[in-house]
């Protein structure tokens, strides 16, 4: 009897596991937030050098039309006296020199980081680059909360992840200068991951195989409802200072975890703590209607099973110790950072789309919902099937983008939110597959370094979009090869779908390659 058997006793999916999903889908939505939040606050508008126009110095007048700029941040930033005439101004210089300061339109936005920072032409980069660091900075919270979670539990390093966020969230709203911002938003970062990787994780592990998948897609819809929240809280809070502090002071709001969140009774049971566990388990029968007397026969069946186990401490060296995990490893480990690449490089860079920022972000997250919802029809006949055709969906509308030509701009916008749908109905999946494909005793440190690597991607899409300049073919070509690539290793993982998690590597390692012949089960 494995642990999952003793959650059929429990109930799989009662009112127990339904209340614990309520508290981990909440910060889903404050996640959203702070993931995609530089759409907004990191917006360059419409500018123009001060010292273009006839009197070196003097503001832009009211009546100058910076729509003639926009889309054409190019024009900004060359010799202005070559567009003088066009434009209807005096001459001028550089924009990697302009003396006179920076104009901006404030038709968009009242205030961004690039608005404060003059982050624009000559100092554009710096504003990809803080993006890539905040990226980075989940890339290092997966590797420091994914081991410290194994060894503390998930329930404490969510709690101080959430902490962490709004405290240093609210930090970022009053940042003096742009290096200060970028460190604030590095720690954030960390804590987003803490938050994503251990929440998912502490639901799975309550959640009985045939719900498990459900679970995991609701958490998802969270992160969907955020997304499209923050284009309507972008739109009335126009400055960005302000909208950093309204996505982040809610946050604090989160210290009534401190005595709601239950611990992980399944990583108990894998620590060798069986009574606190055990006590869980009875509270959860408890609220389920299911209660538990002292059935002395289960408890004894799971202590004999764990006494034929070594007994030892996992490390991730055992992702890859053996055969069959390591396969499976490195497989994941890769769809982890393809799925996030291509995410955050289609997400974060709806501006160059040319639509309304806002109704463009909106449209993005609405997308969102029936991408999750179709998988909600195909987990449950294959995981396997499900992550290699949205992989392959999400990949080959990237790559046809670039071969629409620029003035059917429309078409490709449609492709791309196609390549958008893809990508996020495998990102989904990839979260639930994962989880099912580590065993228990090091299930913490597969998602982990899966998060890890996710995030590598999500601190190259950023840089990524720099290859424009040397081919505006370049970012969706490598979009669109890299999902396919994924799409193909897949083949080589086993089915998932509706079995019971392994607990041990000997379960991975024992078990039966006939069983994923097929991809519908």
């Keep these: ?98 003396q006179g300061g920076w104009e901006y339109s404030k038709e968009t936005f009242h205030s961004t980081i690039a608005t404060e920072w003059d982050l624009v032409c000559g100092s554009s980069s710096l504003n990809n680059i803080s993006s890539s660091i905040y990226m980075f900075g989940l890339l290092v919270g997966a590797v420091v909360f994914g081991s410290l979670a194994d060894k503390y539990g998930r329930r404490p390093i969510i709690l101080i992840s959430l902490a962490i966020q709004a405290i240093f969230g609210v930090g970022a709203a009053f940042a003096p200068n742009f290096y200060i911002y970028i460190l604030l938003r590095f720690v954030v970062g960390t804590s987003i991951s803490g938050v994503i990787m251990n929440a998912f994780v502490l639901g799975t592990e309550w959640t009985g195989s045939k719900q498990r ?23 009335l809070i126009r400055d960005w200072r302000k909208l950093q502090l309204a996505i982040s002071a809610p946050g604090f709001l989160f210290i009534f975890y401190i005595w709601v969140l239950p611990k992980s009774a399944r990583w108990l049971m894998a620590n ?6 055990w006590e869980l388990i009875r509270k959860a029968a408890l609220v389920n209607g299911n209660p538990l007397h002292e059935d002395l026969e289960i408890c004894q069946a799971y202590k004999s099973k764990e006494k034929t186990e070594e007994k030892r401490k996992h490390t991730v060296i055992d992702l890859v110790r053996t055969p069959k995990m390591r396969k499976q490893s490195l497989i994941v480990f890769y769809l982890w950072f393809v799925n996030v690449l291509v995410y955050y490089g289609l997400s974060l860079n709806i501006s160059d789309f040319g639509m309304n920022i806002y109704l463009t ?34 990949g080959l509308a990237c790559l046809l983008t670039i071969f629409i030509p620029n003035d059917l701009s429309v078409i490709r916008t449609v492709l791309a939110m196609v390549g958008k749908f893809g990508i996020t109905a495998s990102l989904s999946i990839i979260y639930v597959y994962s989880a099912e494909v ?11 370094i899966g998060s890890m690597c996710a995030r590598a991607g999500g601190v190259l899409a950023p840089i990524i979009f720099l290859l424009g300049g040397i081919s505006k073919q370049a970012p969706m070509v490598l979009f669109g090869l890299c999902p396919l690539l994924g799409s193909a290793l897949t083949l080589l993982l086993p089915e998932t779908a509706n079995k019971p998690l392994p607990d041990t590597i000997e379960d991975v390692e024992e078990s039966d390659p006939s069983s994923d012949s097929s991809l519908f089960k």
């Design 361 to 394: 972000q909106m449209i993005f997250g609405l997308v969102e919902m029936p991408a999750r919802t179709i998988t909600l029809f195909t987990l449950n006949r294959s995981r396997k099937f499900s992550q290699l055709a949205f992989l392959a969906v999400g």
């Design 1 to 98: 009897m494995n642990f999952d058997e003793i959650l059929c006793l429990v109930g799989g999916f009662g009112k127990f596991q339904k209340i614990l999903y309520i508290w981990i889908c909440l910060p889903q939505i404050f996640l959203a937030f702070h993931m995609l939040a530089s759409v907004f606050t990191g917006a360059v508008p419409p500018h123009l050098c001060r010292s273009t126009w006839p009197s070196a110095g003097a503001p832009a007048s009211p009546d100058f039309n910076f729509s003639l700029l926009s889309g054409q941040p190019e024009l900004s930033c060359r010799d202005q006296l070559n567009h003088s005439s066009a434009l209807g101004l005096g001459s001028g210089h550089r924009a990697g020199s302009c």
């Design 438 to 448: 580590f065993p228990t005793v090091i299930r913490q440190n597969g998602i982990g």
């Design 213 to 235: 998948m459900l679970a995991g897609i609701i958490t998802d819809y969270f992160f969907g409802i955020g997304y499209i929240l923050l284009a309507g809280l972008a739109y």
């Design 272 to 277: 060798d703590r069986k009574e606190e566990a």
